[in-house]
Each structure stands twice: as structure tokens, then as C-alpha cells.
């Protein structure tokens, strides 16, 4: 059941559900999730349930404001503090020590926790009349296509599930998340915050994961301490390839007429003599290919497509996100 995300009364019941331990679809600015009581470890076993996800990997808590975060962080370093004044609310991840005995199923089992403030007006409000952490991956059976609007949400899970409605995501993509329990801010996965923003916030260097890895390698091999950083991820049904621009057009043109199940999302413009391979340009912005990435995934789908074929994207970091999404996508 989808209810407007406007509708305080929906807002409610909403809330009053996370309360009796149920769960519920909510919008972000990011991607939509689904949501439970994180204090609730049986709450939080129907979302490994829900989407076949592992018990190990952890899940994100969504919390109102900053102040909540001592309810679950033991600890805040410095430079986790300057990060979350810099983009809370907003669609930043920070990894924090946990409390002993607070939320350990949301975490996954770890000694540490994600949290994040979104910046969507209907999350706040949900959020604040929860008057709970909720933890919330995001919306969709584990290792596929995240979901963008309440519709994609209903197709994952059908309609036993309250879904409120908040539009489509303005970001399209998940949070960056960085864990700040190493001594120094690690970028465990990017999302539309470049690292050049996030040193610049927090005033230290901001290094990538494979970069600490090699300084610990003490760390190499333990579970996942993040959500949506497994190296298959974000798939669609589809099969996914990303190629340089010249590549899809030779394939194109090698199969000509007889080109059929194939979708090209690409920022080049493509010659293509079958009427049954589909083309949706890639936007030359970043941030709008970040919006939409998700939303065409699972439209290419909805079409029955094969194959997809996907344009690398440009090596700036701006686009680190959108690339990191794909390369995912088409590990799987």
C-alpha cells in the first residue's frame, strides 16, 4: 500500500508500525528503504528476511537529527563531527564505534555502526515521529536495482508493504559512506560527495578503502563493515557491460538489423539500424546520471532486455559514484 508521504495521518501510522515492530518503505533523498525499529534486533531480521540479505551485512540507521547519535555511537572523532555539520542532513554515511548492547543486529554483529541523517523532508518527519533509529537499506531484493520511487518499492515487495510516497530521489544514488573508526576517515563507497569535498570538510585526508587496506592489512578479509560495498551489487535482471563508446557502436554495427534484447545507455550518440535495440542517452552531467541511473536500470527491464550496454563514464571524481554503481552492477 503506497500512502502520501504528505499526509500526516499516513505519517503516523507509518511511525506506529515501526513502533509494533513491522516494516515500512520510505523515501530518502537518495534512494527509498526499508525501514525497521533498529533497536529491535527481531524488528531488524525481517529486513534480512525480506531481501535475502546476509545477517552479517550491515544495515544503515537513519536517525532524525545529530543529536541521536549518541544513542548509538560510543565515541565521535573530531573529524566524524566536522563531516556530519558539513552534510547532515544529507546523503552522507558515517561509520561510528557502537554502544555495547544497542542495536546489534543493525550492525550487522560488528563493534561499529553506519548512521545517517537524510535530507528529505518526508524521511525527517517520519523519522521524528518514529522517535527511533529506523534502519534502512535500501528497498529492494539484496544485490538488485535500488529503488527510486514508491512505485519500484511496491514491485520489490507488493502491496502488504506501507510505502510512503516521497517522490522520486533527487540523488538517485546511495550515501557516501566513511567509516571514521580507523583513526582517519576511509571512504568505503562514494556516492555524489567527492573526496575533495569531504577532505575539505573535515580538514584531514580522506583515503580511499584499497588505500588503507594496503597500509593494514590486518583488515583484508573481514566482513563487510558497510552497506552496498560487496563487489556484485545494484544489478539488474539484465546483463550488464560497460564499453568505451567506440566499442558499442562496432558491436552495433557488426550485428546491424539483427541487433534484438539490447538497451545502450550511453552520453554518445549511437547508430542504430534495429528497431529492436533501445537507446537511452546518458546525461553529460554527473549528478543528473546519478538521478536517473537506477530508475533506467529497471526500466531496461521493465522492457525485457538481454543486455545491456553501458558507456563508461568519465574518470573525473564527480562521477566516482555513478562508476562505482555500474562497476557493481556489471560484476554480478
Known amino acids: 500500500m503506497i500512502l502520501s508521504g504528505t499526509d500526516p495521518q499516513a505519517i503516523a501510522e507509518a511511525a506506529r508500525r515501526i513502533q509494533a515492530g513491522e516494516l515500512v518503505g520510505f523515501p530518502t533523498e537518495t534512494v527509498y528503504g526499508l525501514g525497521a525499529d ?88 517520519f523519522l521524528k515521529a518514529c522517535d527511533t533509529g529506523v534502519a534502512g537499506p535500501s528497498a529492494n531484493r539484496f544485490g538488485r536495482v535500488s529503488p527510486t520511487t514508491a512505485q519500484h518499492v511496491r514491485q520489490e515487495f507488493g502491496d502488504g508493504l506501507l510505502v510512503l510516497d516521497g517522490g522520486p530521489c533527487d540523488v538517485g544514488i546511495e550515501s557516501s559512506i566513511v567509516d571514521c573508526t580507523r583513526g582517519r576517515p576511509v571512504l568505503l563507497r562514494p556516492g555524489v560527495l567527492t573526496r575533495a569535498q569531504l577532505e575539505a570538510a573535515c580538514g584531514e585526508a580522506v583515503l580511499g578503502k584499497d588505500e588503507f587496506e594496503r597500509q593494514a592489512l590486518d583488515h583484508v578479509g573481514e566482513a563487510p563493515r558497510a552497506s552496498g560495498t560487496l563487489e556484485a551489487h545494484y544489478a539488474p535482471n539484465a546483463k550488464l557491460r560497460l564499453m568505451e563508446a567506440g566499442a558499442i557502436q562496432t558491436a552495433l554495427d557488426l550485428l546491424g538489423a539483427d541487433a534484438a534484447h539490447i538497451a545502450v545507455y550511453a552520453r554518445s550518440i549511437v547508430r542504430i539500424k534495429s528497431e529492436k535495440v533501445l537507446y537511452r542517452r546518458m546525461p553529460d552531467d554527473a549528478l543528473a546520471t546519478a538521478q536517473q541511473l537506477f530508475a533506467v536500470l529497471r526500466d531496461f527491464d521493465a522492457k525485457g532486455v538481454k543486455l545491456i550496454w553501458v558507456e563508461n563514464p568519465p574518470p573525473d571524481a564527480e562521477w566516482d559514484g555513478v562508476r562505482d554503481r555500474l562497476g557493481r552492477a556489471a560484476a554480478s
Open 38 to 125: 533498529a533497536s529491535s534486533d527481531s524488528a531488524v531480521a525481517g529486513i534480512f528476511s525480506a531481501k535475502g540479505r546476509p545477517a552479517d551485512h550491515p544495515l544503515i540507521v537513519h536517525v532524525a537529527d545529530a543529536a541521536q547519535v549518541q544513542a548509538y555511537a560510543s565515541s565521535v572523532p573530531p573529524f566524524a563531527a566536522r563531516l556530519m555539520q558539513a552534510f547532515w542532513p544529507g546523503p552522507l554515511t558515517v561509520i561510528l564505534p557502537r554502544k555495547p548492547g544497542v542495536a546489534a543486529a543493525a550492525a550487522g554483529g560488528q563493534d561499529s555502526i553506519g548512521l545517517r541523517c537524510p535530507a528529505h523532508p518526508v524521511a525527517l518527519a
